[in-house]
């Protein structure tokens, strides 16, 4: 039996995919009410595919608890946070879901750290802390860094086919944890040490941020001499060795917006192109906010009330808002004392933020000046919605006369 600790965006989907293929799995959260919904046979995010995945798994036997079990395999698939001073990895939910396996684990037990960690966290505080309790690794428990490789909007599909990386200490260790994942992974699975299985997850995420950086600043420099950045990347990316991302309002979610600061804040006299990246990334939210005070002084509009953000998520199509660009502009707004804008999304049903909207016409309605925060299917099938509104299309997916772009 595999008992998965954490049963958010990553170790939900995990523990429901491994019970589909037939293992025993029982998931459990310190979260009372998130495991109270789940028994009651309702999934607890929206994302393509779940609630079937949901329902299979149900019918294998999944189980869910705040309590951990007594079994020879653990996943841990718990938040790994960073310290906004010095963007060093906070492993602190790690530690203590560690901690309370050791509680009940017996002689062998494998633990699986599926949460993204910075290079060498197992060597600096997970195995501090099982030494500390008198376990010897590799006899009493074995270590074993398998990071998900998933993104919201697609998680089912590349649980099933996305490539995954083993790292373990013993080989035959790994060999064992790769059958278990094999169960349901298509992909290629390699097996390898711990701390180069956690290099590569941070290295791939910090390879985007990079590349999203340096999109970000080309439309900074083409704001400068209003250039359409837009046509720029297109004919650049006509050369058979180019490929420039599109840019946008910020990075958000928990994984590129937060990894490569783990290797800033390991090597920070090292990581000046991460760094400065990241920075960059970080400054879009209040780039499109001056974007917004230029668009309405050139118009002539005074009433912040009469401006409108759509969309609250990090990214399009899912109910996922962790750190999102929306987010990081409202908090640098309220920062200048500034009333919240108004906001709408079609994923978020609570209410979340000052100035909520839950209908587009309702919301559309009470705004001039509409900025495309993102690119949700909603908005692009309603463009025409838009006609007779200001729009600053941080996306560049409306095709309407005299739009503006960051």
Known sequence: MINVIGLGYIGLPTALMLASHDVEVVGTDYNA????????????????GLDELFSQALAKGIKFTTEYQVTDTYIVSVPTPYDDFSKKVDACYVIDAVKTIMDVAPKGAVIVIESTVSPGTIDKYVRPVIEANNFVIGEDIHLVHAP???IPGN?????????????????????????????????????????????????ENTFRAVNIAFANELAKICRHDNMDVYEIIKICNMHPRVNILQPGPGVGGHCISVDPWFLVGDYPSIAKVI?????????????????????????????????????????????????????????????????TLKV??????????????????????????????????EIKDNIEKLQNKIVLDCHNICDLPNVYHI
Do not use: W
């Not at 009410?33 to 393509?48: A, H, I, Q, Y």
């Not at 099933?160 to 992974?185: P, Q, W």
């Open 148 to 150: 998900e490789r998933i």
């Open 33 to 48: 009410k998130l495991v109270g919904t789940l028994n009651e046979g309702k999934t607890t995010f929206k994302e393509d």
């Open 275 to 339: 760094d400065e990246s990241m920075r960059t990334n970080d400054s879009m939210p209040d780039f499109v906010l001056n974007r917004v005070y230029e668009i309405m002084k050139e118009n002539g509009l005074t009433d912040v009330s009469r401006v409108g953000l759509y969309g609250l998520t990090y990214k399009e199509n899912v109910d996922d808002m962790r750190d999102s660009p929306t987010l990081q502009l409202l908090k640098s707004q309220k920062k200048h004392l500034a009333p």
């Open 155 to 203: 998680m089912i599909y590349e649980l099933l086919h996305n490539n995954r990386t083993i790292g373990a200490d013993n080989v035959e260790i790994g060999e064992k944890i790769k059958t278990m994942y094999a169960s349901f992974c298509q992909g290629d699975i390699v097996v390898t040490d711990i701390r180069t299985a956690e290099m590569t997850k941070v290295v």
């Open 344 to 377: 709408y999304d079609p994923f978020i049903t609570d209410d979340v933020v000052e100035n909520q909207y839950h209908d587009l016409d309702s919301f559309l309605n009470d705004v001039d000046l509409v900025v495309v925060m993102v690119k949700h299917n």
